[in-house]
């Protein structure tokens, strides 16, 4: 066998045998600038602003609740290896203490909502009754609807209204500008070209709210994560199965029954229950109240060719079922 055949040969046997031809692109991609991002949403912002310029690692995986995600060894390493870590914040992200131990590194960690306005969670919320309904009886909104336990929780759920991630471009454009500052014209114009979008989306969904009448503009939930949409858009949320920020708190059957009993006291159409959760407490309330259940997508966008693979995908999809369902 020549030389030439005998090498030729090898380079076969290697790529059959499972080597990955592929590891140039990627080694490539190292010497861009290396960004991780905690949750889909986030990461979707970021590469709508850092585009080809950064090697963009998202750590959630599509269809994960970022309330249960639990970090593997390659995320540890992915975030031991980044320039800069873009986060929700507002304590969502319960795993990254631990993660940020673990990994070590020299990443900045950015916290994009740390600028936004949060939403103080209080037990004691009640109704307005000024919202277009006329009841005596305010029984069903009874301190039993929230769990004492979470008085003064933030609202971790910013992204939920294009008004708060505006907010979050702004420090985005601005890390990324300052850390990689060869590419800062780059980030400039990608993040002037999004927020045109999301002022954009922002008045479609003032355009679409204002068709569900006044009276129907309350939203229950699987959990407490539309604040933020309920506040910049004029509807109010009544009231969630499980009572409080997070999907790992369990109802009790006191909350339960005073939850269907505003249901019912308020003529509330339709139940929302995202993606990512199990839907089983919203059905049973659902089906004990004869309201309709409707899907949403909370904490995460779709594959590509799901119904929800970019962030403002995402908005117009919740929007479009939330106006169908309460119209």
């Not at 900045?108 to 004691?124: G, M, P």
């Amino acid at each position: 066998m020549s030389r030439k055949v005998f090498l030729l040969s090898l380079i076969v046997i290697l790529n059959l045998g499972g080597l990955p031809a592929c590891r140039a692109p990627e080694a490539a991609s190292t010497d861009k600038f290396k960004v991780v991002a905690t949750t889909t949403i986030v990461g979707d912002v970021v590469r709508q602003i850092g585009g080809d310029a950064i090697a963009l690692t998202v750590l959630l995986p599509v269809g994960s609740d970022p309330h249960t995600f639990s970090p593997t060894p390659q995320d540890v390493a992915a975030v031991s290896d980044a320039d800069v870590v873009f986060i929700n914040g507002a304590g969502l992200e319960e795993f990254l203490a631990q993660l940020l131990a673990n990994a070590g590194g020299n990443a900045e960690i950015v916290d994009l909502s740390a600028d936004v306005t949060l939403l103080e969670f209080e037990s004691d919320h009640h109704h307005d009754d000024n919202h277009g309904h006329d009841h005596d009886d305010d029984s069903h909104h009874d301190d039993a609807l929230y769990d004492d336990d979470h008085d003064h929780d933030m609202d971790p759920h910013t992204w939920t209204s294009p008004r708060n991630v505006l907010v979050w471009v702004d420090a985005i454009e601005q890390t990324l500008s300052r850390l990689d500052a060869a590419h800062a014209t780059v980030y400039r114009a990608n993040a002037a070209a999004y927020r045109q979008e999301l002022r954009a989306v922002d008045t479609w969904i003032s355009e679409q709210i204002a068709q569900i009448p006044a009276a129907n503009r309350v939203l229950v939930t699987d959990h407490l994560i539309f604040g933020y949409f309920a506040a910049h858009y004029g509807l109010e949320q009544l009231g969630a199965v499980v009572p409080g920020y997070s999907t790992l708190a369990q109802p009790s059957a006191q909350e339960l029954a005073a939850l269907e009993d505003a249901i019912r006291a308020y003529n509330v159409p339709a139940l929302f229950v995202g993606s990512t959760v199990n839907p089983a407490l919203a059905q049973r309330v659902a089906e004990d109240t004869g309201v309709q259940l409707v899907y949403l997508y909370t904490g995460s966008l779709t594959a590509a060719d799901g119904d929800a693979p970019t962030y403002l995908a995402y908005l117009r999809y919740n929007v479009n079922a939330i106006v169908g369902a309460l119209k």
